[in-house]
């Protein structure tokens, strides 16, 4: 039996779920709205401030729909009540991030400067060589963040580029000298 997929859901107060025919779930809280349609196999009942997540029969994917259905609303839940949010570092020398609007730019050594727009519903947060992505779509933010983070990946020498805060570089050893 799935252990994640059996746990219930806690809905905390100020947070409505509507479950519509065919698993179209929407849950909105004091940070906003989310909507998905999750699988349909699924069962899913709101039983007082609890959401449970049944399935149908021990089927192979429906044991694998069953950890993620519930996950999915997990995440939503989490999202629209306290949000997402990733953290991303800039290294490297002449290497910067500044914010003006909506647009961040990255002026990681290349010719240009490269220009970035938040997508709809993310905010990207620049405070020194740190960007700070935020959002209540777990999906989109960690998207916006891995978009981010693809401009100028780090590499393994210098540790140079953008990486997340809680990544871990791999670092090779250089260059010896002739013998």
Known sequence: MSRIGRMP???????????????HVTVKGPKGTLERTLP????????????????????????????????????MVHGVTEGYEKVLEVNGVGYRAAKSGKKLTLNLGYSHPV????????????????????????EKVGQYAAEIREKRKPEPYKGKGIKYADEVIRRKVGKTGKK
Do not use: F, W
């Open 9 to 23: 859901i806690a809905v905390p107060a100020g947070v409505t779920v509507d479950i519509a025919e065919n698993n």
């Open 40 to 75: 349909q196999e699924m069962e899913i009942k709101l039983e007082a401030d609890q959401i449970v997540v049944t399935r149908p029969n021990d089927l192979k994917k429906m044991k694998s729909l069953h950890g993620l259905t519930r996950t999915l609303i997990a995440n």
């Open 115 to 138: 220009e970035m727009e938040d997508p709809e519903g993310l905010e990207a947060v620049v405070d020194g060589n740190k960007i700070t992505v935020k959002g209540i779509d777990k």
